[in-house]
């Protein structure tokens, strides 16, 4: 592969971060006087992954302009945020894409294995959490998203050259849940608001992908999806 500034970081695993955490709440004990440390741990989890995605994304960006300068043009012209919305990211998607294309190789022609990332991510977050005090004081949570998860299937993402989630349903939960929660947190907006859902949120069809082992999940399918094509883009580039 072709080295440059970013590579290494670009091709590194978010999901080495949540076994960090489970490292590091492992000699807290399971008690209950420990579970209120969830909540504190969790949402530090949350905004350090969303955190690591987001500087992935910039990365990935830099290094399509360094190669490319006409994208360096239009990419300068109009920069991304944060790269942390479900629209920065589905536009990067959009974009790797073309300079993968631009080099060559048709979509039809990318292959990233999606039933072995799916299938790769159900076994990680179950070996990552199932022996750990994160899945003891939210054993509801983590049955629960193992239950749900399984109904995600590989030709729900990254079908069409612009569209990074093709089940609306991927994309709800992340811009109506995990997109949310990751403000909420980063902003201290709870500091205000009620700390219990109201009644309208609680029936809503999707509530019961508020998890954090559902986000997890998500960020790290978001995650191995521009991983397998950042290696594709690497390839064609070279």
Request: a neutral charge; glycine letters at 6%.
């Amino acid at each position: 592969m072709r080295p440059n500034l970013h590579t290494d970081f670009i091709l590194t695993p978010v999901s080495g971060l949540l076994k960090d955490a489970v490292t590091a709440s492992s000699g807290i004990g399971n008690g209950i006087e420990t579970f209120p440390l969830y909540d504190y741990v969790m949402q530090s989890v949350l905004l350090k992954l969303t955190g690591f995605q987001e500087q992935k994304m910039k990365c990935i960006c830099w290094e399509m302009a360094s190669v490319d300068f006409e994208y360096r043009y239009e990419f300068t012209k109009a920069p991304l945020g944060e790269c942390s919305s479900y629209s920065e990211k589905q536009k990067i998607y959009g974009d790797l894409i073309k300079q993968i294309e631009k080099n060559g190789l048709g979509f039809a022609e990318i292959d990233i294995n999606k039933g072995e990332i799916l299938e790769s991510i159900k076994i990680e977050i179950r070996e990552i959490f199932q022996p750990s005090n994160l899945a003891i004081w939210a054993q509801r949570d983590f049955i629960n998203h193992n239950k749900n998860f399984n109904s995600v299937a590989s030709n729900h993402f990254a079908n069409h050259k612009g569209t990074l989630f093709s089940d609306n349903l991927l994309k709800k939960i992340y811009e109506n849940r995990l997109y949310k929660q990751r403000n909420r947190i980063a902003h201290n907006t709870y500091s205000y608001q009620q700390n219990l859902p109201t009644l309208r949120t609680l029936i809503e069809d999707d509530y019961k992908y508020d998890n954090y082992f559902t986000y997890f999940s998500l960020l790290m399918l978001i995650d191995k999806i521009f991983v397998g094509l950042y290696i594709k883009y690497l390839e064609v580039t070279e």
